[in-house]
């Protein structure tokens, strides 16, 4: 099942057929859609659906034991030939992730400052002057205080941690924003706040991102769903559409406990 392209079919990923499997289990099973450019792409399931081994499949950064079938394509170019070092070149060039809880993704002993330079100015060959201009700009335009540079991750909060993140985003400019259930160990206010802000990375950027999440309130500011069940699609198509009518059965009861 695909999901539907924008009007002009330009797309940036085309996954066809894409099958995951680890320990002779399936994680993911013939997974095919396509990732239009420039929009926004929510997949949704619930925990153990495959949602997350999908993201791990697109990036490269599957387990070292899995086995991995199908074609991945990147702007036409298949991610399955490449090798380790060339998807690491691609990772860092064009895509940007935001996991889970960004405190798993910062270093307790170094502070911000440090650790944002590296996420975003060293990975571009950028001297530290430079880097200090542009950051300073960007973590006020996220409402974050320029003294979060000279902090450590211990003294901030989860949705504040969530927003550097965000930041290294908006300085890197990626082609692709993976964000990986990025608001489930926020509050709901916390979580309102980030969709916002990410809404305006989007805007600002027009960067692709591929959303994960098990929240439909969440998945609402798509353009384009993915519903996932036990490591299948079941259903795929448009935000609104699914919403107004949704036809499997699971993504009815989705629907339904939501609204």
């Known amino acids: 099942m695909e999901v539907l392209s924008n009007k002009g079919g ?24 396509t990732v239009p450019k420039g929009q926004i792409t929510a997949v949704i399931g619930e925990s153990g659906s495959g949602k997350s081994t999908t993201l791990s499949a697109l990036l490269g950064m599957l387990p070292a034991q899995a086995v991995m079938e199908g074609s991945i394509l990147f702007n036409e170019r298949n991610l399955m030939e490449l ?9 860092k060039k064009h895509f940007f992730t935001i996991f889970q809880d960004a405190t798993n993704s910062f270093s307790p002993t170094l502070k911000i400052k440090q650790q944002l330079y590296r996420l975003t100015a060293s ?28 902090r450590y991750p211990f003294e901030l909060s989860g949705g504040m941690l969530q927003r550097c993140m965000l930041a290294c985003a908006f300085y890197n400019e990626p082609d692709v924003l993976m964000a990986d259930e990025p608001t489930s160990a926020l509050d709901m206010l916390h979580q309102q706040e980030f969709i916002k802000l990410l809404k305006n990375l989007h805007a600002r950027l027009g960067a692709t991102i591929i959303l994960i999440t098990h929240d439909l309130g969440v998945a609402a500011i798509a353009d384009s769903m993915i ?33």
Do not use: C, W
């Open 123 to 150: 990975r571009l060959g950028q001297k530290e002057e430079a880097f200090l201009g542009k950051i300073t700009a960007i973590l006020k335009d996220l409402n974050l205080p320029e003294d979060v540079l000279n």
């Open 10 to 33: 330009d797309h940036i990923f085309k996954i066809e057929n894409v099958a995951v499997h680890l320990n002779g289990k399936y994680l993911i099973h013939d997974v095919s859609f």
């Open 227 to 259: 519903v996932m069940k036990n490591g299948e699609i079941v259903e795929a198509g448009q935000v609104a559409e699914i919403f107004k009518e949704p036809k499997h059965p699971y993504t009815k009861r989705l629907v339904a406990n939501h609204f």
């Open 83 to 91: 090798s380790e070092q060339e998807r690491a070149g691609l990772r």
